[in-house]
């Protein structure tokens, strides 16, 4: 069993619609948790930012973080075409600690 | 400006050949990494260093030898290129003492022939 798990879909909806992603882990030690954009044939680039349990908003998007479930989530509202990417949750036990991605969800937003 | 730079964007080789692929930051990051990311977008961490000295090794073959000349560049030698390195290669830097994730740079699309 991989320590963090993500549907890689492909998930495909409609331009304005809420895009829900989601990862589960295994690991209770993790602390720190991420969520990377990755556009086609690009890096990935970091999107939101959560410490512990809670939720932080940025603009169209939310993060989720649920501890006691083990549970992850990212919130897309008004979804846009130039959303159309793969997001990877990543986590880490500690600051200096090493990244460990899910596998990706491959989003499609339709105009 | 380019945060973190990747040399070459593509190689294609066949197998048995050594390769290397170059990295550099201009962030000031004193952490840099090496990930591998497969067909199905799964990304692993292969190396870390720290201030030029090797904190992550993880299980990969020793046909992969890590470099740090400095804190702002890692370079990946693969030696004995065989059909299963074909991926692309993420390097990525960070500060350690930070709570913030990794800059990535834009990869390396390796395919062994």
Known sequence: ?111 | DTAVSQTPKYLVTQMGNDKSIKCEQNLGHDTMYWYKQDSKKFLKIMFSYNNKELIINETVPNRFSPKSPDKAHLNLHINSLELGDSAVYFCASSQQATNYGYTFGSGTRLTVV
């Not at chain 1, 963090?4 to 993790?30: H, K, M, R, W």
């Not at chain 1, 959560?50 to 501890?67: I, M, P, W």
């Not at chain 1, 989530?73 to 793969?86: G, H, K, V």
């Not at chain 1, 200096?96 to 491959?106: R, V």
């Open chain 1, 1 to 111: 069993q991989k320590e963090v798990e993500q549907d890689p879909g492909p998930l495909s909806v409609p331009e304005g619609a809420i895009v829900s992603l989601n990862c589960t882990y295994s690991n209770s030690a993790f602390q720190y948790f991420m969520w990377y954009r990755q556009y086609s044939r690009k890096g990935p680039e970091l999107l939101m930012y959560t410490y512990s349990s809670g939720n932080k908003e940025d603009g169209r998007f939310t993060a989720q973080v649920d501890k006691s479930s083990k549970y992850i989530s990212l919130f897309i509202r008004d979804s846009q075409p130039s959303d159309s990417a793969t997001y990877l949750c990543a986590m880490r036990y500690n600051q200096g600690g090493k990244l460990i991605f899910g596998q990706g969800t491959e989003l499609s937003v339709k105009p």
